[in-house]
């Protein structure tokens, strides 16, 4: 069973950043494809990013792109999600998801495996 852990979420400030982990066990790593979801209350599951095994390519979507960067470190079992610039709009909880494959999927049918979520509050 693929259990995954996510940190680093909180309160800050609009402008501001965070970076969350997800901690993935009990998986291929290397062959596991990562990706971020948020929820806000109210609205649906919303794609954030996902990073292939390798790492070499990424797909973020086009809310966050240019402001939010999905990283993973494979000898760590971790993938990152550096969020700079943040708005408001970016509250949420940030849930990291896994699935065994290759598509970079922005629908959160394609995952398997799920953490518990993490908030993020961004104050105007």
């Known amino acids: 069973q693929v259990q995954l852990v996510e940190s680093g979420g909180g309160l800050v400030q609009a402008g501001g950043s965070l970076r969350l982990s997800c901690a993935a066990s009990a998986c291929t790593f290397s062959r596991c494809v990562m990706g971020w979801f948020r929820q806000a209350p109210g609205k649906e599951r919303e794609f954030v990013a996902a990073i292939r095994w390798s790492g070499d390519s990424t797909y973020p979507a086009d809310s966050v792109k240019g402001r939010f960067t999905i990283s993973r470190n494979n000898a760590k079992n971790t993938v990152y999600l550096q969020m700079n610039s943040l708005k408001p709009d970016d509250t949420a909880v940030y849930y990291c998801?896994?699935?065994?494959?290759?598509?970079?999927?922005?629908?959160?049918?394609?995952?398997?495996?799920w953490g518990q979520g993490t908030q993020v509050t961004v104050s105007s």
């Open positions: 998801a896994a699935y065994q494959g290759w598509g970079l999927f922005p629908s959160p049918e394609e995952y398997d495996y």
